[in-house]
Each structure stands twice: as structure tokens, then as C-alpha cells.
């Protein structure tokens, strides 16, 4: 079998997940998914599994390694990059379609970017008070 390198890209953080031979482990930074901190960003992992359940995943080990921005973002980075790791390892069509049906961001994640400061305030928007006395 071949190795399967993806990412996956939230906001500032950035995932890599690579998929092997093995006997079904996920991991996320090394940590199982089970064992996950907090109780969402288990959920939200768990849900991609519930909507592929399929046997073969359990031939293979995924490891994700993500870096780079806050805890749901570092999260929702992994969630793109697994879920673009398990649509190459199955390469079936339906699961696709079940991912995109159920939440079309697992695959595609989130085009919006930070809007840059301008001159005149302390953020994009925020300009700094006038004083007229």
C-alpha cells in the first residue's frame, strides 16, 4: 500500500495527515481520538468517522499533525486534512458525496481571509479618536 500524504488549512493553522499500514489508530499531535481535549474537538473528529463507516479504516494507521493558530482552528485544520486523507485511501465516490451532503467545509474548508490594517486605526475597521478641543 502506498503512503497518503494530505493538509488541510483553518484560519492560521495548518494540518498534515499521512496515512500507513496499520491496525485502525487515529491520532491528532499524537493523541488518539478517544482521548481528545475538549469534548468538541472529539466530537467533531468523530463525526466525519460515523459519516464514512467504512471497514477498510481499520487497516490503517492516520497520524495528524497539526500547527499554528487557536484549539477549534488547529481542530477544524485536522478535520479537512483527514478527511481528504480517508476520500484518497477509499477513492469511492459515494463517501464523497456523503461528506459534501453532510457539511461541504470537511472538504473544501473556509476561503474568508483577515481583512489587512489600515492607516488611521489600530485594526482593519477601528480608526483612533479625534479631538476637537
Not at 484560519?11 to 475538549?38: E, F, H, Q, S
Not at 481499520?58 to 497539526?66: A, F, M
Request: glycine residues 8%; positive net charge; charged residues 30%.
Amino acid at each position: 500500500m502506498k503512503i497518503i500524504q494530505t493538509s488541510g488549512k483553518r484560519k492560521r493553522a495548518i494540518a498534515r495527515a499521512t496515512v500507513k499500514p496499520g491496525t485502525g489508530v487515529i491520532r491528532i499531535n499524537g493523541v488518539p481520538v478517544p482521548k481528545l481535549t475538549p469534548q468538541l474537538a472529539k466530537m467533531k473528529i468523530e463525526e466525519l468517522l460515523i459519516i464514512v463507516h467504512d471497514e477498510k479504516l481499520k487497516t490503517v494507521n492516520i497520524d495528524v499533525k497539526v500547527s499554528g493558530g487557536g484549539s477549534l482552528g488547529q481542530i477544524d485544520a485536522a478535520r479537512i486534512a483527514l478527511s481528504r486523507a480517508i476520500t484518497q485511501f477509499l477513492k469511492k465516490k459515494t463517501v464523497v458525496k456523503n461528506i459534501k451532503a453532510y457539511d461541504r467545509s470537511m472538504l473544501s474548508g473556509d476561503s474568508r481571509q483577515v481583512e489587512r490594517k489600515k492607516w488611521g486605526g489600530r485594526k482593519a475597521r477601528a480608526r483612533f479618536q479625534k479631538s476637537y478641543r
